[in-house]
């Protein structure tokens, strides 16, 4: 007897002092027993909570489906996991993650449901601050790309417009000094003088 008063007793300071808040109600919903965790977590006196359904921490923002889902897997006798919007009893809301099982006796007759939740408020704040920077960064990107393209494109064009006015000028000079060596050959071979064969040869030695 004593061996199993200490086995019960061990497994009821475990339950009582659970990081998690633990909750157990009976099959009419009232509930019959919560640990330490849950006062914390709920702002409700253990005498406030105790003959209570669980509704009294409702704050009308779960999901609509979540309960039947939930009381359609318990009445099947099996486990059922999902999240609550509750509300702390000062008022503010936070989300839990519940993990609820049903209490059977031998024969199979539920007896109590026994919820095991843990709350995920900050979790959930903090990943969607994560969600929002990486999307953040994904604009950045996108608009430094934007950029980079723009700037890329920008240079291109600067290198075609370089590029044909350089062809252009190349065109523009060597039309008139085609033209100067032409008549610099023909007068070379008119019988010029020797001071303008001179000045011929000089011309044609720097085109």
Avoid at 3 to 31: F, H, S, Y
Avoid at 100 to 124: L, Q, R, Y
Avoid at 165 to 175: D, G, K, P, Q
């Amino acid at each position: 007897r004593k061996e199993m008063e200490n086995e019960l007793r061990k497994l009821a300071q475990t339950v009582e002092q659970n990081p998690e808040a633990i909750i157990i109600t009976n099959v009419e919903g009232e509930i019959e027993y919560v640990n330490e965790a849950s006062v914390r977590t709920t702002g409700y006196s253990r005498e406030e909570l105790i003959g209570q359904n669980p509704r009294i921490l409702q704050s009308e923002k779960t999901e609509h489906e979540a309960y039947p889902a939930m009381w359609e897997a318990l009445n099947s006798g099996r486990h059922w996991k999902g999240e609550f919007k509750n509300r702390h009893k000062d008022g503010h809301e936070y989300i839990e993650l519940a993990r609820i099982a049903p209490i059977s006796m031998s024969d199979g007759t539920i007896t109590h449901f026994v919820a095991v939740k843990e709350d995920i408020t900050e979790k959930k704040s903090l990943a969607r601050e994560l969600d929002d920077h990486r999307h953040h960064l994904e604009e950045l990107v996108e608009k430094r790309t934007a950029q980079l393209a723009e700037a890329s494109e920008k240079a291109e064009a600067a290198n075609r417009a370089k590029s044909a006015f350089l062809a252009n000028m190349s065109h523009e000079i060597r039309t008139p000094m085609n033209a100067i060596v032409g008549l610099t050959h023909l007068m070379q071979r008119s019988n010029p003088t020797p001071e303008q064969a001179d000045r011929l040869d000089k011309i044609d030695s720097s085109i």
